[in-house]
């Protein structure tokens, strides 16, 4: 699910600023940007945020400032010295005139030292944890949002799908009948000519093979199912995505077998609709934690 989340915090020591933005994907992927000097903290990060979110991809920022009395820029004259001595080196090497301009060195990493290039401490963790922690909350409340309005999307697609069930099942049983008069019409029409007239009896076993292939009750029965669960899941606390994605499989497949079964124009009609809403719920479902 799409989101953004951030939070500030200091101690005597440092001044951390966390910015977690994620987006939409079926598993859980997480990227950190920091100081170089702040790397071995990322599999720390990336534990963190596993206990709080289980799916989409995040990129946390982080930001850290070491508290100075000084300036929070400093030049760091041992390494500005040591590049100024190699560009003097090369200058004469490759016989220039002009020598190397001091400017130039600002530029070059390691220079300027921004308070950001400053080694870990083991205390340093827990004022960076506490406030990761609150930028993935304000990152969840975000989602939170969202993922209600998902729910009443979600929650509506699953009413149309049993209302055309609901259709479906009044209109299953009509289907042999209708056929019965149908094929009688025909055989009748066909025979007319030599006098002969098809008795109900006549088409018993016809109409009975016909009824119980296209007999979708079963199928019917587990869709009525599958739909009461997945509102128990829509209204139910944690994370349901995947069980959700699992079940959006199961009700599209009900939905295949009814509409292949049912040998129907008019069923085929509603199981077309039905068919785009599970479409639609499966696209939904697959940014749901």
């Known amino acids: 699910m799409t989101g953004h989340g951030d939070a500030s915090g200091q101690n005597e020591r440092l001044i951390v600023t966390v910015e977690v933005r994620s987006v939409n994907n079926r598993h859980l992927k997480v990227t950190v940007r920091c100081p170089d000097a702040f790397l071995a903290l990322e599999a720390n990060i990336d534990r963190a945020v596993r206990e709080v979110i289980s799916r989409g991809t995040l990129t946390i920022h982080l930001h850290i400032r070491h508290k100075s009395e000084l300036s929070s820029h400093h030049l760091n004259t041992d390494v500005a010295r040591q590049y100024f001595q190699q560009m003097q080196h090369l200058t004469k090497e490759l016989g220039l005139t002009t020598g190397p301009d001091l400017s130039s060195l600002l530029s070059l990493p390691g220079v300027v030292d921004n308070g950001q290039s400053r080694s870990i401490e083991e205390t340093d963790w827990p004022l960076i944890e506490e406030v990761l922690v609150t930028a993935l909350e304000n990152l969840q409340n975000f989602r939170r949002e969202e993922g209600q309005a998902m729910a009443t999307e979600l929650s509506q697609l699953a009413g149309q799908i049993e ?7 009044e209109r299953a049983p009509l289907v042999a009948a209708d056929y019965r008069e149908k094929i009688k019409t025909r055989l009748n029409d066909i025979l007319e000519s030599n006098g002969i007239q098809v008795e109900d009896k006549d088409l018993i076993r016809e109409v009975s ?7 979708i009750s079963e199928e019917l029965t587990r869709l009525r199912s599958h739909l009461n669960q997945y509102r128990t899941l829509l209204q139910s606390e944690g994370s349901n995505g995947r069980k959700l994605e699992f079940l959006g499989q199961e009700l599209f497949r009900e939905v295949n077998t009814t509409g292949s079964k049912a040998n129907d124009v008019e069923i085929a009609h509603r199981v077309v609709d039905m068919k785009a809403a599970v479409e639609k719920m499966r696209e939904i479902i697959l940014n749901v934690e």
């Open 163 to 169: 209302s055309n069930a609901g259709w479906i099942a």
């Open 209 to 215: 093979i016909f009824a119980d292939r296209c007999d």
